[in-house]
């Protein structure tokens, strides 16, 4: 399976401001998603990350305020903008090959990011 | 994507085997049945999948009823490592989005 670097790890950050978080694959991967952990919740999927084209959103979340970037097969970043307290969660990347059914999924560890 | 109900919280004694429910009663032709679990402050983990037949890895073992409409994850000899929520997700079928969506799970505490 793949292995995913994301950066930075945690973060703490002041209200309005944007941050950058970066998924480094160690393979080519065929689709890319981001999602959102709030604080005691499940995990919510905030968008799938495509190569060379705009990102895919789920309803509830939207380019502006998460531009996602994409610019080959094996990188992406989320952008989290104009920030507010709210926004405070862990945000995942995740991949998957080809192969999906075979080898499921792969997560990178996390973004903690904390907005005060 | 199929639906999945699985209880909130279960508790296993170290070392017995703990057995954790999903009901997916909607699943549909080809979906597939995924088991992720995540241990706190860790990204979720991949453990197993099955599409009819019962399923075994080193990890953890994968019971479908012959109806497909429920099934079981089996850890053999839980630790207290094992404590962590699992997710179990039903994804594939003709309209296969590749998107995992992840319900509430069921937090498992393994107890000494």
């Known amino acids: 399976s793949a292995v995913i670097s994301q950066k930075p790890s945690r973060d703490i950050c002041q209200r309005g401001t944007s941050l950058t978080i970066q998924c480094q694959v160690d393979?080519?991967?065929?689709?890319m998603f981001w999602y959102r952990q709030q604080p005691g919740q499940s995990l919510t999927l905030i968008a799938t990350?495509?190569?060379?084209?705009?990102?895919?959103?789920e309803s509830g979340f939207v380019i502006d305020k998460f531009p996602i970037s994409r610019p080959n097969l094996t990188f992406s970043t989320l952008t989290v903008s104009n920030m507010s307290p709210e926004d405070s969660s862990i945000y995942l990347c995740?991949?998957?090959?080809?192969?999906?059914?075979?080898?499921?999924?792969?997560f990178g560890s996390g973004t903690r990011l904390t907005v005060v | 994507d199929a639906k999945t109900t699985q209880p909130p919280s279960m508790d296993c004694a170290e070392g017995r085997a703990a057995n954790l429910p999903c009901n997916h009663s909607t699943i549909s032709g080809n979906e597939y049945v995924y088991w992720y679990r995540q241990i706190h402050s860790q990204g979720p983990q991949y453990i197993i999948h099955g599409l009819k037949n019962n399923e075994t890895n080193e990890m953890a073992s994968l019971i479908i009823t012959e109806d497909r409409k429920s099934s079981t994850l089996i850890l053999p000899h839980a630790t207290l490592r094992d404590t962590a929520v699992y997710y179990c997700i039903v994804m594939g079928g003709s309209s296969n989005t590749g998107k995992l969506i992840f319900g509430q799970g069921t937090t498992l505490q393994v107890k000494p």
């Open positions: 995740s991949v998957s090959h080809l192969r999906q059914f075979e080898y499921g999924y792969t």
């Open positions: 990350a495509n190569q060379g084209s705009e990102a895919t959103y």
């Open positions: 393979s080519q991967v065929t689709m």
